[in-house]
Protein backbone atom coordinates (compact mmCIF):
# COMPACT_ATOMS: atom_id res chain seq x y z
CA UNK A 1 0.00 0.00 0.00
CA UNK A 2 1.27 3.87 -0.55
CA UNK A 3 2.70 5.10 2.30
CA UNK A 4 1.89 8.65 1.06
CA UNK A 5 -1.86 8.52 1.69
CA UNK A 6 -4.77 10.92 0.75
CA UNK A 7 -6.36 12.42 3.47
CA UNK A 8 -9.43 14.03 1.86
CA UNK A 9 -12.34 12.26 0.59
CA UNK A 10 -13.09 10.99 -2.80
CA UNK A 11 -15.07 13.87 -3.12
CA UNK A 12 -13.11 16.56 -1.44
CA UNK A 13 -9.96 15.56 -3.67
CA UNK A 14 -12.19 15.69 -6.83
CA UNK A 15 -12.00 12.40 -7.82
CA UNK A 16 -13.44 11.34 -11.04
CA UNK A 17 -12.63 7.27 -9.91
CA UNK A 18 -13.52 6.72 -6.54
CA UNK A 19 -11.08 4.75 -4.47
CA UNK A 20 -12.96 1.34 -5.32
CA UNK A 21 -12.46 1.78 -8.78
CA UNK A 22 -16.20 2.90 -10.02
CA UNK A 23 -16.77 5.71 -12.04
CA UNK A 24 -18.19 9.17 -9.89
CA UNK A 25 -20.24 11.30 -12.51
CA UNK A 26 -20.98 14.73 -12.19
CA UNK A 27 -24.62 15.21 -10.17
CA UNK A 28 -26.27 16.96 -7.64
CA UNK A 29 -25.24 14.36 -5.47
CA UNK A 30 -21.60 15.62 -5.80
CA UNK A 31 -20.70 17.32 -2.62
CA UNK A 32 -17.31 18.51 -2.93
CA UNK A 33 -17.38 20.76 0.43
CA UNK A 34 -15.17 23.17 -1.50
CA UNK A 35 -16.87 27.51 -1.02
CA UNK A 36 -15.32 30.53 -2.83
CA UNK A 37 -15.42 34.03 -1.63
CA UNK A 38 -16.07 36.45 -3.94
CA UNK A 39 -16.46 34.45 -7.03
CA UNK A 40 -18.66 31.35 -8.16
CA UNK A 41 -17.66 27.71 -8.86
CA UNK A 42 -18.23 24.93 -10.96
CA UNK A 43 -17.05 20.99 -11.36
CA UNK A 44 -15.98 20.34 -14.74
CA UNK A 45 -14.91 17.61 -16.16
CA UNK A 46 -13.76 18.72 -19.84
CA UNK A 47 -10.94 21.04 -18.36
CA UNK A 48 -8.45 19.24 -16.47
CA UNK A 49 -5.08 17.90 -15.42
CA UNK A 50 -5.25 14.39 -15.54
CA UNK A 51 -7.70 11.92 -16.72
CA UNK A 52 -9.05 10.45 -13.41
CA UNK A 53 -9.57 14.07 -11.31
CA UNK A 54 -12.43 16.85 -12.13
CA UNK A 55 -11.18 20.74 -11.72
CA UNK A 56 -12.91 23.49 -10.16
CA UNK A 57 -13.40 26.11 -12.48
CA UNK A 58 -13.43 29.67 -10.32
CA UNK A 59 -15.33 32.72 -11.98
CA UNK A 60 -13.99 35.64 -10.29
CA UNK A 61 -16.64 38.65 -9.02
CA UNK A 62 -14.14 41.05 -10.15
CA UNK A 63 -10.31 41.81 -10.79
CA UNK A 64 -9.39 41.42 -6.58
CA UNK A 65 -9.22 38.78 -4.60
CA UNK A 66 -10.35 35.44 -4.51
CA UNK A 67 -11.16 32.68 -2.33
CA UNK A 68 -11.64 28.68 -2.08
CA UNK A 69 -12.38 27.17 1.40
CA UNK A 70 -12.34 23.64 2.35
CA UNK A 71 -13.45 23.75 6.11
CA UNK A 72 -13.57 21.33 9.06
CA UNK A 73 -11.82 18.46 7.54
CA UNK A 74 -11.94 15.76 9.97
CA UNK A 75 -8.67 14.25 11.01
CA UNK A 76 -8.14 10.66 12.96
CA UNK A 77 -6.64 10.21 16.36
CA UNK A 78 -3.80 8.39 14.56
CA UNK A 79 -3.05 11.51 12.63
CA UNK A 80 -2.22 13.29 16.28
CA UNK A 81 1.74 14.32 16.49
CA UNK A 82 1.67 13.96 12.36
CA UNK A 83 3.17 16.28 10.01
CA UNK A 84 0.02 17.18 7.62
CA UNK A 85 0.59 19.08 4.13
CA UNK A 86 -1.49 20.27 1.48
CA UNK A 87 -0.76 20.49 -2.29
CA UNK A 88 -2.69 21.48 -5.33
CA UNK A 89 -2.27 22.73 -9.23
CA UNK A 90 -4.03 25.50 -10.47
CA UNK A 91 -3.93 26.92 -14.02
CA UNK A 92 -5.26 30.45 -15.86
CA UNK A 93 -4.98 32.52 -18.91
CA UNK A 94 -3.30 35.05 -17.23
CA UNK A 95 -0.42 34.88 -14.75
CA UNK A 96 -1.35 35.17 -11.23
CA UNK A 97 -0.67 34.45 -7.61
CA UNK A 98 -1.72 32.16 -4.92
CA UNK A 99 -1.40 31.82 -1.70
CA UNK A 100 -2.24 28.41 0.57
CA UNK A 101 -3.00 28.08 3.99
CA UNK A 102 -3.84 25.43 6.74
CA UNK A 103 -4.93 25.26 9.62
CA UNK A 104 -6.00 23.36 13.07
CA UNK A 105 -9.22 23.82 14.73
CA UNK A 106 -8.14 25.34 18.71
CA UNK A 107 -11.46 24.49 20.19
CA UNK A 108 -12.72 28.34 19.22
CA UNK A 109 -11.46 29.14 15.82
CA UNK A 110 -8.95 28.58 13.25
CA UNK A 111 -5.92 30.48 13.51
CA UNK A 112 -4.66 32.30 10.52
CA UNK A 113 -1.31 31.12 9.93
CA UNK A 114 1.32 32.41 7.17
CA UNK A 115 0.03 30.88 3.62
CA UNK A 116 2.80 29.96 1.32
CA UNK A 117 2.78 32.66 -2.48
CA UNK A 118 3.10 30.59 -5.58
CA UNK A 119 3.17 32.49 -8.85
CA UNK A 120 1.32 30.69 -11.25
CA UNK A 121 2.27 31.27 -15.31
CA UNK A 122 -0.75 31.25 -17.48
CA UNK A 123 -1.80 28.86 -19.65
CA UNK A 124 -0.51 25.54 -17.94
CA UNK A 125 -1.26 23.85 -13.94
CA UNK A 126 0.86 25.12 -11.14
CA UNK A 127 1.93 23.03 -8.26
CA UNK A 128 0.18 24.81 -5.39
CA UNK A 129 2.03 24.15 -1.72
CA UNK A 130 0.64 24.99 1.83
CA UNK A 131 2.25 25.79 4.80
CA UNK A 132 3.31 22.66 6.99
CA UNK A 133 0.83 21.68 10.73
CA UNK A 134 1.54 19.43 13.42
CA UNK A 135 -1.57 17.66 14.73
CA UNK A 136 -1.79 18.43 18.19
CA UNK A 137 -4.18 16.81 21.05
CA UNK A 138 -7.56 17.14 20.54
CA UNK A 139 -9.46 20.58 21.70
CA UNK A 140 -11.49 20.06 24.94
CA UNK A 141 -14.95 19.43 24.59
CA UNK A 142 -14.23 18.21 20.79
CA UNK A 143 -14.47 14.67 19.62
CA UNK A 144 -11.68 15.15 16.98
CA UNK A 145 -9.44 17.38 15.32
CA UNK A 146 -10.64 19.13 12.14
CA UNK A 147 -8.54 20.84 9.76
CA UNK A 148 -8.93 24.00 7.30
CA UNK A 149 -7.68 24.66 3.92
CA UNK A 150 -7.73 28.25 2.39
CA UNK A 151 -6.14 29.49 -0.97
CA UNK A 152 -6.38 33.33 -1.91
CA UNK A 153 -5.75 33.49 -5.44
CA UNK A 154 -4.65 37.21 -6.60
CA UNK A 155 -3.50 39.16 -10.11
CA UNK A 156 -6.02 36.71 -12.20
CA UNK A 157 -7.36 39.97 -13.82
CA UNK A 158 -10.92 39.05 -13.84
CA UNK A 159 -9.98 35.53 -15.62
CA UNK A 160 -11.40 32.15 -15.19
CA UNK A 161 -9.02 29.67 -12.53
CA UNK A 162 -9.23 26.08 -12.85
CA UNK A 163 -8.17 24.31 -9.54
CA UNK A 164 -7.61 20.56 -9.09
CA UNK A 165 -5.71 17.65 -7.97
CA UNK A 166 -5.93 18.34 -4.48
CA UNK A 167 -3.94 16.52 -1.96
CA UNK A 168 -3.98 16.40 1.89
CA UNK A 169 -0.84 14.32 3.22
CA UNK A 170 1.38 13.47 6.34
CA UNK A 171 4.50 14.53 4.99
CA UNK A 172 6.43 12.53 6.13
CA UNK A 173 5.01 9.53 4.55
CA UNK A 174 7.53 8.58 2.46
CA UNK A 175 9.70 7.53 5.26
CA UNK A 176 7.31 4.29 6.02
CA UNK A 177 8.95 2.75 3.14
CA UNK A 178 11.37 0.19 4.64
CA UNK A 179 13.46 0.61 1.95
CA UNK A 180 13.75 4.80 2.15
CA UNK A 181 14.85 3.99 5.53
CA UNK A 182 17.36 1.50 4.90
CA UNK A 183 18.77 3.12 2.35
CA UNK A 184 20.16 5.90 4.97
CA UNK A 185 22.73 3.05 6.12
CA UNK A 186 24.10 3.14 2.67
CA UNK A 187 24.55 6.66 1.87
CA UNK A 188 26.57 9.20 3.91
CA UNK A 189 24.77 11.26 6.15
CA UNK A 190 25.00 14.83 3.86
CA UNK A 191 22.76 13.24 1.50
CA UNK A 192 19.87 13.03 3.96
CA UNK A 193 20.88 16.97 5.73
CA UNK A 194 21.07 18.33 2.07
CA UNK A 195 17.93 17.02 0.58
CA UNK A 196 16.55 18.55 3.94
CA UNK A 197 17.46 22.06 3.22
CA UNK A 198 15.34 21.30 -0.02
CA UNK A 199 11.92 23.30 -0.02
CA UNK A 200 8.83 22.67 -2.03
CA UNK A 201 9.03 20.09 -1.83
CA UNK A 202 11.40 18.63 0.87
CA UNK A 203 13.56 15.85 0.68
CA UNK A 204 13.26 15.19 -2.90
CA UNK A 205 15.55 12.88 -3.46
CA UNK A 206 14.68 10.48 -0.82
CA UNK A 207 11.05 11.16 -1.92
CA UNK A 208 12.04 9.37 -4.88
CA UNK A 209 13.47 6.27 -3.76
CA UNK A 210 10.17 6.12 -2.04
CA UNK A 211 8.44 6.52 -5.70
CA UNK A 212 10.92 3.70 -7.24
CA UNK A 213 10.80 1.52 -4.29
CA UNK A 214 6.81 1.95 -3.40
CA UNK A 215 5.98 -1.39 -5.24
CA UNK A 216 9.21 -3.71 -3.85
CA UNK A 217 7.94 -2.30 -0.34
CA UNK A 218 4.05 -3.30 -0.84
CA UNK A 219 5.84 -6.63 -1.90
CA UNK A 220 7.58 -7.00 1.57
CA UNK A 221 4.76 -5.83 4.06
CA UNK A 222 2.49 -7.77 2.60
CA UNK A 223 5.52 -10.78 2.83
CA UNK A 224 5.69 -10.00 6.54
CA UNK A 225 1.59 -9.70 7.16
CA UNK A 226 1.60 -13.41 5.45
CA UNK A 227 4.30 -14.73 7.42
CA UNK A 228 2.21 -13.70 10.80
CA UNK A 229 4.02 -14.77 13.46
CA UNK A 230 4.58 -18.18 15.48
CA UNK A 231 3.63 -19.30 18.73
CA UNK A 232 6.84 -19.56 20.19
CA UNK A 233 7.71 -15.94 19.08
CA UNK A 234 5.08 -14.65 21.93
CA UNK A 235 6.48 -13.09 25.02
CA UNK A 236 2.93 -13.36 27.05
CA UNK A 237 -0.62 -15.34 26.19
CA UNK A 238 -2.10 -11.96 25.49
CA UNK A 239 0.10 -10.97 22.85
CA UNK A 240 -1.71 -13.65 20.42
CA UNK A 241 -4.91 -11.76 20.05
CA UNK A 242 -2.58 -8.48 18.67
CA UNK A 243 -3.96 -8.00 15.15
CA UNK A 244 -0.08 -7.93 13.76
CA UNK A 245 0.01 -11.60 15.64
CA UNK A 246 -2.29 -12.92 12.66
CA UNK A 247 -1.10 -13.84 9.05
CA UNK A 248 -3.00 -11.97 6.28
CA UNK A 249 -3.10 -15.10 4.23
CA UNK A 250 -3.76 -18.34 6.52
CA UNK A 251 -5.58 -16.48 9.79
CA UNK A 252 -9.86 -16.47 9.54
CA UNK A 253 -9.17 -12.80 11.97
CA UNK A 254 -6.36 -11.16 9.93
CA UNK A 255 -7.24 -12.59 6.05
CA UNK A 256 -7.03 -9.74 3.83
CA UNK A 257 -10.37 -10.02 1.42
CA UNK A 258 -8.64 -10.57 -1.76
CA UNK A 259 -7.41 -13.90 -0.08
CA UNK A 260 -10.43 -14.77 0.91
CA UNK A 261 -11.27 -17.28 -1.69
CA UNK A 262 -8.38 -18.67 -1.30
CA UNK A 263 -8.55 -19.78 2.29
CA UNK A 264 -11.95 -21.31 1.37
CA UNK A 265 -11.07 -23.94 0.13
CA UNK A 266 -9.31 -25.47 3.25
CA UNK A 267 -13.16 -25.03 4.41
CA UNK A 268 -14.45 -27.73 2.05
CA UNK A 269 -17.14 -25.17 0.44
CA UNK A 270 -17.13 -22.18 -1.25
CA UNK A 271 -17.58 -18.78 0.55
CA UNK A 272 -21.11 -17.18 0.59
CA UNK A 273 -21.35 -13.81 0.82
CA UNK A 274 -24.88 -12.69 1.78
CA UNK A 275 -28.68 -14.74 1.67
CA UNK A 276 -31.81 -12.99 0.77
CA UNK A 277 -35.46 -12.83 2.74
CA UNK A 278 -38.37 -13.42 0.66
CA UNK A 279 -38.62 -9.38 -0.14
CA UNK A 280 -34.70 -9.92 -1.66
CA UNK A 281 -33.28 -7.89 0.75
CA UNK A 282 -29.89 -8.79 1.57
CA UNK A 283 -29.40 -9.89 5.32
CA UNK A 284 -26.10 -8.83 5.90
CA UNK A 285 -25.97 -5.15 5.13
CA UNK A 286 -23.17 -3.69 6.65
CA UNK A 287 -19.31 -4.49 6.22
CA UNK A 288 -18.78 -5.68 9.84
CA UNK A 289 -21.56 -8.49 9.54
CA UNK A 290 -20.08 -9.29 6.11
CA UNK A 291 -17.09 -9.47 7.55
CA UNK A 292 -17.94 -11.41 10.94
CA UNK A 293 -19.92 -13.97 8.24
CA UNK A 294 -16.78 -14.56 6.38
CA UNK A 295 -14.67 -15.09 9.65
CA UNK A 296 -17.46 -17.48 10.91
CA UNK A 297 -17.38 -19.77 7.15
CA UNK A 298 -13.46 -19.87 7.26
CA UNK A 299 -12.64 -20.69 10.84
CA UNK A 300 -15.09 -23.03 11.53
CA UNK A 301 -16.12 -24.90 8.14
CA UNK A 302 -19.62 -25.27 9.43
CA UNK A 303 -20.82 -25.36 5.60
CA UNK A 304 -18.06 -27.81 4.61
CA UNK A 305 -15.87 -30.25 6.05
CA UNK A 306 -17.42 -30.14 9.59
CA UNK A 307 -21.40 -29.90 8.46
CA UNK A 308 -23.63 -32.24 9.56
CA UNK A 309 -23.55 -31.59 13.07
CA UNK A 310 -25.99 -30.88 16.29
CA UNK A 311 -23.57 -27.78 16.61
CA UNK A 312 -22.92 -26.68 12.46
CA UNK A 313 -27.08 -26.72 12.71
CA UNK A 314 -27.23 -24.16 15.60
CA UNK A 315 -24.39 -21.79 14.74
CA UNK A 316 -25.75 -21.75 10.76
CA UNK A 317 -28.88 -20.49 12.44
CA UNK A 318 -27.16 -18.07 14.84
CA UNK A 319 -25.27 -16.14 11.45
CA UNK A 320 -29.27 -15.06 10.67
CA UNK A 321 -30.55 -14.21 14.04
CA UNK A 322 -28.19 -11.29 14.48
CA UNK A 323 -30.61 -8.75 14.72
CA UNK A 324 -34.38 -8.26 16.31
CA UNK A 325 -37.44 -6.78 15.71
CA UNK A 326 -37.18 -5.06 18.85
CA UNK A 327 -33.93 -3.28 18.83
CA UNK A 328 -33.13 -5.35 21.43
CA UNK A 329 -29.80 -7.20 21.36
CA UNK A 330 -30.48 -11.06 20.19
CA UNK A 331 -29.76 -14.28 22.19
CA UNK A 332 -29.12 -16.07 18.87
CA UNK A 333 -31.54 -18.85 20.75
CA UNK A 334 -31.86 -21.90 18.64
CA UNK A 335 -33.55 -24.83 19.16
CA UNK A 336 -32.85 -28.15 17.78
CA UNK A 337 -35.05 -31.51 17.92
CA UNK A 338 -34.21 -34.61 16.00
CA UNK A 339 -36.79 -37.39 15.62
CA UNK A 340 -39.36 -34.63 14.06
CA UNK A 341 -43.02 -36.28 13.57
CA UNK A 342 -40.84 -39.99 14.41
CA UNK A 343 -39.44 -39.32 11.33
CA UNK A 344 -35.45 -41.15 12.16
CA UNK A 345 -34.36 -38.71 9.02
CA UNK A 346 -36.19 -35.52 9.88
CA UNK A 347 -35.04 -32.41 12.17
CA UNK A 348 -37.19 -29.08 13.78
CA UNK A 349 -35.10 -26.04 14.01
CA UNK A 350 -36.72 -23.59 15.86
CA UNK A 351 -36.19 -20.10 16.66
CA UNK A 352 -37.60 -16.84 18.56
CA UNK A 353 -39.61 -14.44 16.28
CA UNK A 354 -38.15 -11.42 17.51
CA UNK A 355 -34.49 -12.54 16.38
CA UNK A 356 -36.20 -14.36 13.16
CA UNK A 357 -36.77 -10.66 11.08
CA UNK A 358 -38.16 -12.74 7.88
CA UNK A 359 -40.83 -15.13 9.48
CA UNK A 360 -43.60 -14.26 12.44
CA UNK A 361 -44.93 -17.18 14.68
CA UNK A 362 -45.56 -20.72 12.87
CA UNK A 363 -43.78 -19.49 9.44
CA UNK A 364 -40.59 -20.75 8.03
CA UNK A 365 -37.94 -18.14 7.62
CA UNK A 366 -36.40 -18.20 4.55
CA UNK A 367 -32.83 -16.63 6.24
CA UNK A 368 -32.62 -19.80 8.27
CA UNK A 369 -33.65 -22.21 6.18
CA UNK A 370 -31.01 -21.34 3.62
CA UNK A 371 -28.22 -21.08 5.94
CA UNK A 372 -29.29 -24.42 7.79
CA UNK A 373 -29.35 -26.11 4.61
CA UNK A 374 -25.88 -25.57 3.72
CA UNK A 375 -25.23 -27.30 7.18
CA UNK A 376 -27.28 -30.18 7.24
CA UNK A 377 -26.05 -33.83 7.53
CA UNK A 378 -26.47 -36.16 4.56
CA UNK A 379 -30.00 -37.76 3.40
CA UNK A 380 -32.17 -35.53 6.30
CA UNK A 381 -34.51 -33.05 6.01
CA UNK A 382 -34.77 -29.83 7.87
CA UNK A 383 -37.58 -28.20 9.39
CA UNK A 384 -37.59 -24.65 10.45
CA UNK A 385 -40.24 -23.18 12.79
CA UNK A 386 -40.52 -19.57 14.20
CA UNK A 387 -41.93 -19.64 17.85
CA UNK A 388 -42.67 -17.11 20.23
CA UNK A 389 -40.77 -19.55 23.16
CA UNK A 390 -39.45 -21.98 24.10
CA UNK A 391 -41.48 -24.81 25.60
CA UNK A 392 -39.98 -27.91 28.07
CA UNK A 393 -39.97 -30.83 25.92
CA UNK A 394 -39.49 -33.94 26.99
CA UNK A 395 -36.29 -36.35 25.16
CA UNK A 396 -35.58 -33.03 23.40
CA UNK A 397 -32.11 -32.75 23.64
CA UNK A 398 -32.57 -28.98 23.27
CA UNK A 399 -35.65 -28.23 24.97
CA UNK A 400 -35.32 -31.00 27.46
CA UNK A 401 -32.27 -30.39 29.46
CA UNK A 402 -32.43 -28.99 33.11
CA UNK A 403 -29.05 -28.09 34.06
CA UNK A 404 -26.97 -30.63 33.38
CA UNK A 405 -29.35 -33.17 33.72
CA UNK A 406 -31.54 -34.54 30.16
CA UNK A 407 -35.19 -35.92 30.82
CA UNK A 408 -36.74 -38.30 28.97
Not at 41 to 55: F, H, Q
Not at 236 to 247: A, F, G, I, M
Request: with cysteine.
Amino acid sequence: MPTTVQLLDDFQALKRISSYGSEIPISASYQHGWDVTDGEVELTGSEVAVDTRYSLKIYPLNAGPVTITLTDIPLKESDIDRLISFNAKASCNSAFSASVTISIFDGSSYPSGNGVFTNVQSGTFTALRSNYVTVGAIPAGQDFNKLKISITFTGHSDTNILFTLPHLIHDFGFYSNGFVASSRSFLPDFYWEKDGDAESPDYPFFRLIDILTSAASDARIESIRMYGVELDEFLTEDEQVEPDSNSSLTSASGVRDDYTQWISQFSGEKLYKNFQDKNGNLYFDNPSLSRDFTEWQISKGYYGRAAGTRRAIIEAAQQVLVKTKDGEVSSRSVAVTPLYLGEPFSILVQTLENETIDANIGEESSLVSQSIALAKPLGYMLVHSTVQEYFFTFDSPSLGVLDEFRWG
